[in-house]
């Protein structure tokens, strides 16, 4: 209740003073200017003790279990990690059809990182495996394993 008395008093006061002022300033060149700043002032000084009414409405504790952020959080990995493997699948793809490579790639398993970077560990192919590991060695790298993915 004192907050409420507070805010209304604020209010009062705020409305007084700029009034005195709109009187002083020329009002003919700065109108909406002043209005302006008139209205943002008047919504500061009625808004800010209101912030601080514990209102039940307001204020309900809404909190989440560690466990379910943590399964969330592990499911937006996988589900990002899921998209980059099906772009970089689709990429490879497209560059072995470019440098007319017989071979298709058929998954990808990689990961970004916490620095965000994409890491790449496994691909699996079909086709000529051999031809196919040469250029994927090239492009993404030796420590790449390449793996027959079936056919």
Known sequence: MEQIRTAVLSLCLTVLGLTLAESIL???KYTKQIRLMTAAILLTVLLKPLT??????????????????????????????????ERLCSALNQQMQINNVPCEVIAVSAHISEDGSIVI??????????????????????EVTVTEGGG
């Not at 279990?65 to 399964?71: L, M």
């Not at 691909?123 to 040469?134: F, H, I, N, P, Q």
């Open 26 to 28: 020329p009002l003919e």
């Open 121 to 142: 560990s496994e691909v699996a192919v079909s086709g000529d495996r051999l031809t196919g590991s040469v250029y994927l060695h090239e492009w993404l790298g030796s």
């Open 52 to 85: 601080g009414l514990h209102l039940p409405l307001l204020h309900t504790e809404h909190t989440v279990p560690d466990n379910t952020v943590s399964e969330l959080t592990g499911l937006a990995a996988q589900a990002r990690d899921s998209a980059v493997s």
